[in-house]
């Protein structure tokens, strides 16, 4: 038989940016062999370098709709909006990575493989459009993170929050598989282009086969954004994890989630738009409800962040509600912010275990303005945005999804919403408060946290402020990047 | 043909149940050896006669052979204390009933409506099996094919992190 190449669409300039990373992690993998052990520390700089390579290759994506390899990627805006912001993500991860990894006796070089790995993943999961290419972009980012999760071999939590995870997201693929294949059979197509032809023709609304793929394929979805109620593994898999590896995998992976749910429901499925809009709301309610209500009994900062995680899950899920993309927009915007500012809160409970010390439990913070002035500061401007508290970027970030929500005249999630984040208001003061509180002991010597964690923070505070004080730039981007279509 | 599907997926649901059910790893990898027989035997009433075999030989042959070896060899049972059965499996059990009530209600209904793929038997007879999968993995799902040779490079570092004994 004759093979026809032609029409395919091989295009490498449009995976460019993947390739990268995949090539990086390979080249980290070569010389983590090859160096010996008092060079080690060259591999986070071989790193950053890939990932800046990646970067700059991302950016002449911008503003393109180049769709690859018989339509199984596609090299857009929001695919370029993504990477930018996953690869900035995982930099500045690796930045503050080795101080961390040497404090825990964790240097191995294959902490740099598995990550560059998990952001391949999730670039991939940003740009692709095709059943297969969610599942492989899934698939590479969760099996990286199984294993980073676990990264602590020692460490008995760490082993068990591993195993819950690897188990739990076993269960969920198995929802997103069988929902593929469902989707597969109603429509006899792979790619999202000719699932969205097909779900545009009259009829799509009323094929259970169709409704049921997609119902099963949010299941997996919402499992991978942590979104309740299938968030059962975030709090302990958060907790036991390596912090650093928790504050990676807390942003990275919900944005990559998000990028796949807007291309699923904004792109493909606007056509049955009603016949979505309520078990996602469903969905975005008990995931403020629980993630807001439980974090208020959590005495341990991890687990804060965890169900303040679950919680903006919800507040980022509002914006796909009004199927347009115009409400999009809106959670794209969301994610960037709450990956500035998660990032950040995650990354000072990183710099205080860098020490080898107790942190997560909120007591240990008791004081920590007289001790760690820095450290406690910047803490504050994160929580105070991630409870949306004027001028910092969690503020606009909220009041773009309500808007959107206003303009799509949904009530009862945006009334759940405004009172959920009341109610936030408690327990992110509270961490503030209890920094505030005076030290109930003398106050002893501290390591320092070096420079590159400082700048690390130093950094996201400054985009927190920054961004809350200049939005409009980045919303344009994020409006240009959700403006989705086939 | 619907009789066979009916046998074959009954054989499935049982040999998954005993995956899970057994109490002793060695019939659970069993279990698992019968459950990846009875999927090749799906394969083959569906006109896939290759994958039926690489399943028959990659699956049930080679991967399970490891497993049942390194049970045999290594016996966990020794290692492995397992509790009493609490009784999680009750709410398994209710929330399985309702989702299969609710299935079932909506199937019976609605009925389904396929599709066909452009991958009918007769196409496929046209060119051959082995001819046709081929094409398809190099063609039209070649990136798909690539992405999976880096999943599994992961996968090997990963699982050989995990592995090894204290190193450096």
């Keep these: 038989m004759k093979i026809d190449l032609s029409g395919l669409g091989i295009d490498y300039g449009a995976i460019l940016p993947e390739l990268i990373v995949v090539g990086t992690a390979i080249v980290v993998l070569f010389l983590d062999l090859l160096l010996p052990v008092a060079r080690r520390r060259w591999l986070p700089a071989v790193t950053v370098v890939g990932l800046l390579a990646a970067l700059i290759a991302s950016l002449p994506l911008w503003g393109q709709n180049r769709a690859a390899f018989a339509d199984t990627v596609v090299a857009d805006s929001l695919a370029a909006f993504f990477n930018v912001l996953l690869i900035v993500i995982t930099i500045l991860t690796v930045l503050i990575s080795p101080r961390f990894l040497r404090a825990l006796d964790l240097d191995h070089g294959e902490y740099y493989i598995l990550l560059l790995g998990a952001t391949a993943g999730m670039m991939l999961l940003a740009a692709a459009t095709s ?26 939590r760490s082993q068990e929050s591993a195993l819950k995870y690897l188990l739990l997201g076993g269960f969920a693929t198995g929802f997103l598989l069988y929902g593929m294949a469902l989707i597969y059979g109603a429509t006899g197509s792979t790619t999202l282009r000719g699932i969205a032809a097909f779900a545009a023709a009259s009829g799509a609304a009323g094929n259970v086969l169709l409704l049921l793929g997609i119902g099963f394929l949010s299941v997996g979805l919402a499992f991978k954004a942590s979104a ?51 078990p996602l709301a469903l969905i975005a309610i ?164 070096g420079i590159s964690t400082s700048g690390v923070l130093g950094v996201a505070a400054l985009a927190t402020i920054a961004l809350g004080v200049f939005p409009t730039t980045v919303l344009d981007w994020a409006s240009h990047a959700a403006s989705l279509h086939f | 043909m619907v009789v066979a599907f009916a046998i074959l997926a009954a054989w499935e649901l049982v040999t998954a149940a005993g995956v899970v ?11 698992l050896v019968a459950n990846m027989l ?50 999680e499996w009750i709410y398994g059990l209710v929330f399985g009933v309702i989702f299969a009530a609710l299935l079932g209600g909506l199937l019976f209904n609605r009925g389904l409506t396929g599709r066909q793929g452009a991958s009918t038997p007769e196409a496929i007879n046209a060119v051959g099996n082995v001819q046709a999968l081929g094409a398809a993995l190099y063609t039209k799902f070649l990136f798909p094919v690539e992405v999976a040779s880096v999943l599994l490079l992961i996968a090997a570092v990963g699982a050989v992190y995990l592995a090894m004994r204290r190193i450096r």
């Design chain 1, 131 to 156: 059943l297969m290419t969610i599942f492989l972009g899934i698939e590479l980012l969760s099996i990286s993170l199984y294993v980073l999760s676990g990264f602590a071999r020692s460490v008995p």
């Design chain 1, 228 to 278: 309740a109620p299938f968030h059962m593994w975030t709090p302990d898999v958060y907790e036991g994890a390596p912090t650093i590896v928790t504050t990676f995998m807390s942003v990275a992976t919900k944005s990559a989630a998000f990028a796949a749910i807007g291309r699923v429901f904004i792109a493909t499925f606007p056509s049955i738009s009603a016949r979505w809009y309520f």
């Design chain 1, 286 to 449: 008990f995931s403020l409800f629980i993630g807001n209500l439980v974090a208020i009994i959590e005495d341990n900062l991890k687990r804060i962040l965890a169900y303040s995680g679950i919680a903006h899950a919800g507040y980022i899920l509002l914006g796909i509600l009004p199927g347009t993309a115009a409400g999009f927009s809106a959670s794209v915007f969301y994610i960037a912010a709450y990956a500035v500012m998660n990032f950040g809160a995650f990354a000072v409970v990183t710099a205080l275990g860098a020490g080898g010390e107790q942190t997560a439990d909120i007591n240990y913070w008791r004081g920590l303005f007289y001790r760690r002035p820095f450290l406690a500061t910047v803490m504050t401007i994160f929580m105070l945005s991630l409870a949306g508290i004027p001028p910092t970027v969690g503020f606009f970030a909220k009041l773009f999804v309500f808007q959107a929500l206003v303009n799509a005249q949904i009530w009862a999630p945006l009334v759940v919403a405004v009172v959920m984040t009341i109610v936030s208001f408690y327990y992110y003061l509270r961490v503030v408060v209890v920094m505030l509180a005076t030290p109930e002991e003398a106050v002893s010597e501290q390591p320092r946290v």
């Design chain 2, 21 to 31: 059910a057994f109490r002793r790893p060695i019939y659970n990898a069993l279990a």
């Design chain 2, 38 to 87: 009875g999927l090749a035997v799906l394969f083959l009433i569906l006109n896939a006669q290759f994958l039926f075999a690489a399943q028959v030989i990659v699956y049930a042959g080679a991967v399970m052979v490891l497993f049942v070896f390194i049970i045999a060899l290594l016996n966990p049972a020794s290692d492995l204390t397992l509790g009493r059965a609490g009784n």
